[in-house]
């Protein structure tokens, strides 16, 4: 969660300059949507690896039901 956290405050900053920085706007904005699309990986991955662990109890629940 700590690695969400940064890049967030990643592409914060970059959107601050963005604002405070009208010559190079475009630049600081296009670096803020690099920073938003990594968060957006962090975020689908740390789904993905709840997901796997979800799946892996219900397997051993399911295998633990069938041996009784």
């Known amino acids: 969660m700590n690695t969400l956290v940064k890049l967030r405050s990643e592409e914060s900053f ?3 300059r963005a604002a405070f920085d009208p010559e190079r706007r475009v630049f600081w904005l296009a670096r803020a949507q690099e920073w938003e699309q990594r ?4 975020i689908a991955s740390l789904f993905r690896e709840r997901n796997l662990d979800s799946a892996d109890v219900q397997s051993a629940a ?7």
Do not use: H, S, Y
Not at 39 to 42: G, P
Not at 62 to 68: L, N, P, Q, Y
């Open 14 to 16: 970059c959107r601050e």
């Open 39 to 42: 968060a957006l990986d962090e």
């Open 62 to 68: 399911d295998a633990g039901a069938r041996a009784d």
